[in-house]
């Protein structure tokens, strides 16, 4: 009977305890959304990076009111609707974020997943080459004129 009486609360244990990853708040961005009116780099299209399979693409949008947002695609999408997975992942926290730059660093803090719970916040450093090229350890992403650019209206951004 009290082996029964334990491996009931050794269940009820994990179900609580994963249970609670599940109703945590994710992590609140530390950064404040501030209006990009700067010249370092260029913002009225994307920057793109190929990845090493040559096929797969990460393209970067900056807007104006200081979000950014990240599609991971296929390579040599030149218009919006050549986009596979657009509307999906605008509906995922994690690929949002804010920029702000300091002289030739530009930051983008924004979530990452959490592995089924609270997503935290992470920061990643881009160095600005100049207002065409970003540089991300040793990745380079180009700038691609591209309009119009997926709306910045989002849900997760305050």
Same mark, same amino acid.
């Given at each position: 009977m ?11 244990f994990f179900l ?10 994710d992590?609140? =961005?530390?950064?404040?959304r501030?209006p990009?009116? /700067?010249?370092e780099?260029r913002?009225d299209?994307c920057? +793109? *990076? ?11 949008f900056?807007?104006?009111?200081g979000?950014?947002f990240?599609?991971?695609?296929s390579k ?17 926290k ?11 660093? =530009?930051?983008?803090?924004g979530?990452?997943?959490? /592995?089924g ?7 990643? +450093? *881009?160095k600005i ?13 180009h700038?691609?004129q591209?309009?119009p650019k ?9």
């Amino acid at each position: 009977m009290n082996g029964k009486i334990l491996f009931i609360l050794v269940i009820l244990f994990f179900l609580l305890v994963f249970q609670s990853c599940w109703l945590l708040p994710d992590e609140e =961005l530390t950064l404040s959304r501030i209006p990009y009116e /700067g010249n370092e780099f260029r913002i009225d299209g994307c920057y +793109y *990076f190929i990845h090493d399979d040559n096929e797969f693409c990460t393209y970067l949008f900056f807007y104006k009111n200081g979000v950014t947002f990240f599609a991971p695609d296929s390579k040599d999408i030149n218009n919006i609707d050549e986009f596979t997975v657009l509307e999906e992942v605008k509906k995922e926290k994690t690929f949002w974020g804010i920029f702000i730059v300091q002289k030739d660093t =530009l930051l983008i803090q924004g979530w990452t997943d959490g /592995g089924g719970g609270p997503k935290p916040i992470k920061i990643t +450093y *881009f160095k600005i080459l100049n207002d065409t090229t970003l540089q991300k350890g040793n990745y380079l992403y180009h700038f691609k004129q591209f309009s119009p650019k997926p709306d910045s209206t989002n849900v997760f951004m305050k």
